[in-house]
């Protein structure tokens, strides 16, 4: 089989880097470099890496970065690569046994194939959740990238994808965003890949739902704007303008969805009217419709026990 170039953006990750190094030890006779980009860490991370791959023989490379920036990290890298075959995965995420060799012996049996994408296992806070099953591909890459901007198929985790590096090219991460430079990075992979599936998981992802939702609750308008202007880019690469408004609206709702769970009605309700302004299918109408009834109440309720609070 071909050889395959890992990436691994770590800050800090000296607590959870050995884990993950050590889960990517079965693949070893495909894997023919780890790139660990050590990006801006105060802590172990470069010598714990160091001291767990020369454990377990694992060809690492340590690159030093100061991107402070997952996807910046992950460019260096991108740039260094030198294997026909590119896996991304995270330095706190557990790669599972034969789930790259799966993704690998795909790409070889689906001849032309230069993007295989897999299911993955999640955690939230400790706690595990359902296998995310690939669904809804087809081999245009087109109509991939559009359905996946708009939510109609699967979202890609890092950790769950492997790509080719020649459809790869020049293709890099966005810097400098809060959220979903996951998202355009492999839109526009896909909008020039052939795409095969595997059904089975390829890796373990740890997801704090706390630490995701408060990126957007930081300077919220300023993010959600630097963020538009990314996604209006994809335009460069045939993206349809109705599936670049879509997927503004259900950005633009999540954002909603945690505004209104923090109690911040006021922002809950301006970033609810951009949703509300976007194409939608049927059930983000009604999500949109609910959301703007329970702002409606929780107002209404609020308002006479902060009077009684005054008085």
Avoid at 299 to 305: D, L, V, Y
Wanted: charged share 25%.
């Amino acid at each position: 089989m071909e050889a395959v170039s890992v990436i691994i953006p770590a800050h800090n990750a000296a607590r959870t880097i050995a884990r993950t190094l050590a889960s990517l030890v079965s693949e070893k006779a495909v894997i023919g470099e780890v790139l660990l980009v050590d990006d801006s860490s105060s802590d172990a991370t470069a010598a714990v890496a160091t001291e767990t791959a020369l454990r377990f023989a694992l060809p690492m490379c340590v690159i030093k970065s100061s991107c402070r920036d997952a996807g910046g990290s992950r460019n260096l890298a991108l740039e260094q690569a030198r294997f026909p075959w590119i896996y991304m995965i995270d330095a706190d995420d557990l790669h599972l046994e034969g789930g790259l060799r799966a993704l690998l012996a795909k790409a070889v049996a689906e001849s032309g194939a230069d993007m295989v994408v897999g299911a993955y296992r999640r955690q939230v806070e400790g706690k595990e959740r359902s296998t995310k099953l690939p669904g809804g591909y087809t081999a245009s890459g087109p109509t991939n990238a559009c359905a996946y901007l708009e939510g109609r198929i699967r979202s890609i985790a890092v950790g769950s994808a492997l790509v080719s590096r020649q459809v790869v090219g020049e293709t890099r991460f966005a810097t400098g965003l809060a959220y979903d430079e996951d998202t355009l990075f492999w839109t526009r992979v896909m909008a020039k890949a052939s795409l095969a599936v595997v059904t089975r998981p390829i890796f373990i992802y740890f997801v704090s739902a706390e630490r995701s939702d408060d990126r957007f609750t930081v300077r919220p308008a300023a993010r959600f704007l630097e963020w538009r202007l990314a996604l209006r880019r994809l335009r460069s690469c045939g993206i349809a303008e109705r599936s670049l408004k879509i997927r503004e609206g259900l950005v633009a709702l999540k954002i909603a969805r945690v505004h209104y769970s923090r109690g911040d009605f006021d922002m809950a309700a301006r970033f609810l009217g951009v949703a509300e302004a976007a194409p939608r299918a049927g059930a983000d109408i009604w999500r949109c419709m609910r959301y703007r009834l329970k702002i409606a109440l929780r107002r209404r309720f609020s308002a006479p026990a902060a009077q009684l609070q005054r008085a």
